[in-house]
């Protein structure tokens, strides 16, 4: 036991740096776990700087579907999108098959998206969507995302 005490300095700029490497390490795993826990899409929880909203982003099926399409248009960065219908409560396909019928008719579309401050990139953006949803472009609203 007092040899514990008696510990030379050689000896004891080991054991702290034994010390900080198993706490580097616990902190590394931290983070990994942290990140394995996000959903797949590697989508998470985002609040806004200025007024403290949470925005959590788990939209419907077809407005995930929706988003990654928008996404893979030249000339557009992240987006997020909201489909909003009359029956909200049904899991409704947007999306149809030929033969399938929709459980909830889409009344407008919300797209929020990078790149949408330039006049071009938002029309394609409402084009898409009026046509992806089955809605006239006046029903798709599209607005730039905020630096």
Known sequence: ???????TGEEKKKKLTGVFAL????LITLLFLSSMLQSRDGRGSIVSQED?????DSG??????????LECMSGVGEVHVMITGGVREETSTVFMEEGEKSGGEVKGVIIVAEGAENPVIQSRLTEAAATACGVPPASV???PMSQ
């Open 1 to 7: 036991m007092k040899k514990i005490f008696e510990d």
């Open 23 to 26: 706490v580097l390490i616990v």
């Open 52 to 56: 403290g909203v949470s925005y959590e």
């Open 60 to 69: 419907t099926q077809e407005e995930i579907r929706l988003e990654n399409i």
């Open 141 to 143: 609203a599209v607005y």
